[in-house]
């Protein structure tokens, strides 16, 4: 302790004293730094102790909405396995396009609405993927080959080919016609339908041309024979309409007659609505000969 008072060396205390003032004063600088640096930087409950400047709040809470009282799904599931719901009209061309029906886009509330909207359109569209052979094909077919000039309606199932297919033509040694009419008697206000289906016996697909200036179909009144209505007295459209006939298996090309004569070259007298009485159906194509389909158009 006495060292501490009296400096001992060879030099003169006064510079011992110096020396000891300044390195206590270089110690109380460096205390003060490290207190003032964790009072500044620390976690506190100061100043130093709230948020950086750029820091985010968070985000409000999402309160979410009223859950959907009904059924989030209100048509049946698409898809191309979805069969139509009206397979049989749909082959007669034009008429199956009903198969979209039956969804309910616009019900619910709005918080199913978009959800009632997929599914609507999620099972149409898997209709009309179902019945592109049927409705598609014959809404194609009606507007390019509709004949006599009495708003005749045509289509067909199976798929169409485009007029520069390179698919072979079908030949009347592997192909046979047949004619059909969806029933042999119709009542007043029954539109006739009649079916010319195209079986191929052969192992190629092939195509034939059911278009206007190939295939022809004649509405006759039996027993005097006496012409009605033809596809080819005022048809609307010349153009090719080619189905393919897979091998091994049929196409069926449908005409609707609204029962309406016609006259050749779009002559008079047309448009009348045929009287009640026998009648013979005919489809004639190149090459494969006429086929015939007796029916009746009743009077009640």
Known sequence: MGSLRNPVGPLPSSIYWRRRVVAFALIALIAVLVAWAVTSGGGGSGKGSSAPT????????ITAGPAPSGSHITGRPGGRDTAPS???TASDGGTGSDAGTGTDAG???GTSAGTDAGASSGTSAGASAG???GSSAG???GSSSSG?????GTGATGDQVPAGSTLPNCSPGTVSLSLTSAMNSYPPGETPVFRLRATNSGN????????????????TKTPDS????ASDDCPAGTSPYLLQVPAHGTTTYTLHWNGKTSSPKCAAPKGAQAAPGNYLAQATLPGYGTKNVPFVLSQD
Do not use: L
């Open 54 to 61: 750029g820091s985010r709040s968070p985000a409000a809470t």
């Open 86 to 88: 009206d397979g049989g």
């Open 107 to 109: 019900t619910g509330d």
């Open 131 to 133: 019945d592109t052979g």
């Open 139 to 141: 809404n194609s077919a």
């Open 148 to 152: 006599g000039g009495a708003g005749a």
């Open 204 to 219: 190629v697909t092939c195509k034939v041309d059911f278009g206007p200036r190939s295939a022809v179909f004649t509405i």
């Open 226 to 229: 006496s012409h009605v209505w």
